[in-house]
């Protein structure tokens, strides 16, 4: 299924898998001005998760369950972030600031509300209320953020399931990714919020992957990455 708001794979079904991806596109909808500025920060780490869908729909038609992907960039509206965060609607980056969110006023950002971000989640939720096995958001990270390098390779994200997390990242470990735990960025402080928002809504475990981008920015990189990532999730016995 295709709308402006989602994209759907498969479908969610009990004990399966359960697939997300909150920044899979950097697709503008119609109707907002797009200057080149913009278009540069549509294209990088701003404006998607660079991968993270091609190694969602390769984990989903691998796996089978089901997967929803955000079918606008994370410029437009973020997500995985929560009605009220700052950063919900990014007005500034470390590389510019996009045009069409200067000055943005109440009434634009309900309406991206209403037409963006509550659709995917209702998709989500609809997915996740089959209660399926696991519910896995999927997302990217750069090489480098601000001058440092990162060397991890993955990272395993949560607020709960601490040994779940653990298990899957001593799994990832053993498929030769080098995986860390909340990094680089922590469930602990709310970072994970749609894997959250869901998997405790329908009461399933669930966890956040992350992927250093370069491992995955073609498909038939992203399509290796997946197939030690299902090995991965596979040993875990969940």
């Known amino acids: 299924m295709v709308t402006d708001a989602f994209v759907t794979l498969g479908r969610g079904q009990p004990g399966g898998w359960l697939f997300s991806c909150e920044h899979a596109s950097r697709r503008m909808p119609r109707g907002y001005p797009v200057s080149h500025r913009d278009r540069h920060l549509l294209d990088t780490h701003w404006g998607w998760d660079i991968g993270a869908a091609d190694l969602t729909r390769a984990l989903c038609n691998s796996m089978g369950g089901g997967a929803v992907f955000c079918n606008f960039t994370r410029l437009l509206c973020d997500t995985n972030r929560a009605p009220g965060d700052p950063t919900m609607f990014l007005d500034d980056t470390d590389d510019g600031a996009p ?43 750069t090489p480098s953020f601000r001058g440092r390098a990162r060397t991890m390779e993955a990272g395993v994200l949560f607020d709960r399931h601490d040994p779940l997390a653990h298990e899957l990242a001593l799994a990832l470990a053993g498929e030769g990714l080098a995986t860390a735990l909340n990094e680089p960025y922590s469930g602990k402080d709310g970072l994970i919020y749609s894997a959250a928002r869901h998997g405790q809504g329908a009461g399933i475990p669930y966890l956040e992957l992350e992927v250093r981008q370069d491992l995955i920015d073609t498909r038939p990189r992203a399509a290796a990455v997946a197939a030690r990532v299902e090995r991965a999730l596979l040993s875990c016995g969940i």
């Open 99 to 141: 045009s069409f969110n200067s000055a943005l006023d109440e009434a634009e950002r309900d309406r991206r509300s209403r037409r963006y971000f509550h659709p995917y989640h209702q998709a989500l939720a609809r997915f996740a209320a089959q209660r399926p096995r696991l519910l896995l958001s999927i997302h990217s990270f």
